[in-house]
């Protein structure tokens, strides 16, 4: 009886293999596996690319993920994975960036002249030691550069001031406010300026 119920069972797997729909789900998964076979060698060498600058090591990667054959490969990749460059050839790009723009930011960081210490974009005198880092423009109140000969905002002309030829009482006013730098601006002789303009006045 056991001999026959193990021929019985002989017989049912063999017709069970032979089955056509059977034979279809293992022909697809062997076609299946040589596909992700493929797929996976592709993979590793594309990987390898991004990787590394050598052009012959992107094949010795697909090689070790191809010579496994298709029902071992996957050992080829778990072994790939490990010995693969850390890195991506563009990661290592956007770190190089990253650390570049930090090192410009960090060079960027403006110091006073006077005590070499951290000082503020928009101040205009170093609080330590008194030394002046920019200077307010009398005309639009906005900051300006201590060596600007005129004001990039408004455009008023700091080395010839409209003040002292026109001393109307606004005009003086202004003109005894010292300058910005610290220093009162010699106020430009009114004679000077109109004696310059009489002529082309009368002519
Ligand atoms: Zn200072
Ligand atoms: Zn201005």
Redesign the pocket.
């Known amino acids: 009886m056991p001999t026959d119920l193990s021929g019985q069972l002989g017989s049912a797997v063999d017709s069970f293999l032979s089955s056509a729909v059977v034979q279809l789900v293992l022909y697809s998964v062997v076609l299946y596996l040589f596909i992700v076979w493929l797929a996976a060698a592709f993979w590793a060498f594309r990987d390898m690319h991004d990787r590394t600058e050598n052009p012959v090591m992107p094949y010795v990667a697909a090689a070790l993920i191809l010579l496994p054959t298709p029902f071992f490969f996957v050992l080829g990749v778990i072994v790939y994975r490990v010995i693969r460059p850390g890195e991506r050839l563009g990661e290592v790009y956007e770190r190089n960036l990253a650390e570049e723009a930090l090192l410009a930011e960090v060079e960027a960081v403006r110091t006073?002249?006077?005590?070499?210490?951290r000082?503020g974009e928009e101040w205009i005198i170093?609080p330590?030691?008194?030394?002046r880092l920019n200077r307010v423009c009398p005309n639009c109140e906005r900051l300006v550069g201590l060596d600007w000969t005129l004001c990039a905002w408004c455009g008023k002309d700091f080395e010839r001031p409209v003040v002292a030829a026109q001393p109307s009482a606004e005009g003086a006013q202004v003109a005894s406010i010292p300058d910005a730098a610290g220093q009162t601006r010699p106020a430009r002789p009114a004679g000077g300026t109109i004696a310059n303009r009489k002529p082309a006045v009368g002519g």
């Open positions: 006073c002249r006077g005590c070499d210490r000082v170093c330590w030691c008194r030394t």
